[in-house]
């Protein structure tokens, strides 16, 4: 079965039926520009859908649906609501709707003749960067197209990409009193892709009666991961580390980052959170 979907994912553009290519059915969004050459618009599909093979072939389908465009940009939502919504931090200052919306865009189709480009971008956490929308981050996974290989996530577990999960950050509160230390979380991954019986496993926090404040967010966070549907349940184990540095993260009030284990392609094993500290 997997050399068969590797060998039709590599056929995505030219051979393979739409019925042999599991593209998932969209709805189209706002449509940002509309041109003989360019096309910029939003799309949604649900959220069980955002896996590379799909994904691959779903962009098949939108190349051959506009094969004259030399530029095709389509943003990818799992809500249509937000698919359809008029971002106005693209004119002026972004709002916290912006920010709610944009958070639900989970891929990207990019074609571009002039460039040479041609792939699919698998965004787990979309946020708002007005210098680089939307900004990219090192966890994102990049499929260039055609394929020759079944594509992998640069985050994923047992072959199941992780998908999505809210932004990690410092609690304000935590900062402002100067809570630091380890939150060791364990759960389990649902066939269907959900988080379940996230529960604490141990925590090492300084000082220890402001615990609470990284164990509850840490808690939240693991809530929200979600990865694609598989055929069991898989077992999680991860480090959330908080840490107060000095001299100030660059750039702003809270740096993340996530640090893998051993093997390519699997979860991590570890998310350090850099916060500066508040007076």
């Known amino acids: 079965m997997r050399i068969l979907t590797a060998v039709c994912l590599a056929l995505a553009f030219n051979m393979c039926t739409h019925a042999d290519c599991p593209a998932p059915q969209y709805r189209l969004g706002a449509v940002w520009v509309d041109s003989k050459s360019d096309l910029i618009e939003n799309i949604s599909i649900p959220l069980r859908d955002f896996i590379p093979s799909k994904l691959v072939c779903l962009a098949g389908i939108l190349k051959e649906k506009h094969p004259d465009r ?20 693209l004119i002026h200052e972004y709002t916290g709707e912006d920010v709610q919306m944009i958070a639900q865009m989970h891929a990207e189709y990019i074609f571009d003749a002039e460039r040479h480009e041609n792939y699919v971008e698998l965004i787990p956490i979309s946020t708002i960067h007005l210098a680089d929308f939307p900004k990219r981050e090192p966890y994102d996974t990049r499929i260039d197209l055609p394929v020759s290989a079944t594509p992998q996530c640069h985050l994923e577990m047992n072959g199941r990409c992780l998908i999505t999960l809210d932004s990690v950050g ?3 509160e935590a900062l402002k009193v100067h809570v630091s230390g380890t939150v060791t979380l364990a759960g389990t991954i649902t066939r269907g892709g959900s988080m379940k019986d996230v529960r ?7 000082p220890s009666a402001s615990k609470d404040l990284l164990v509850n967010d840490a808690l939240l966070n693991l809530k929200t991961w979600r990865l694609e549907p598989g055929q069991r349940e898989d077992p999680v184990h991860i480090v959330y580390s908080y840490r107060i540095v000095n001299p100030p993260v660059v750039g702003g009030t809270v740096r993340v980052r996530f640090e893998p284990p051993n093997v390519q392609f699997e979860l991590p094993n570890e998310i350090v959170i850099e916060g500066k500290s508040v007076k």
């Open 170 to 172: 410092y609690p304000a």
């Open 200 to 206: 604490l496993s141990d925590a090492d926090v300084t």
């Open 70 to 89: 030399s530029h095709l940009v389509v943003n990818i939502f799992s809500s249509h609501k937000a698919a359809r919504y008029s971002m106005g931090f």
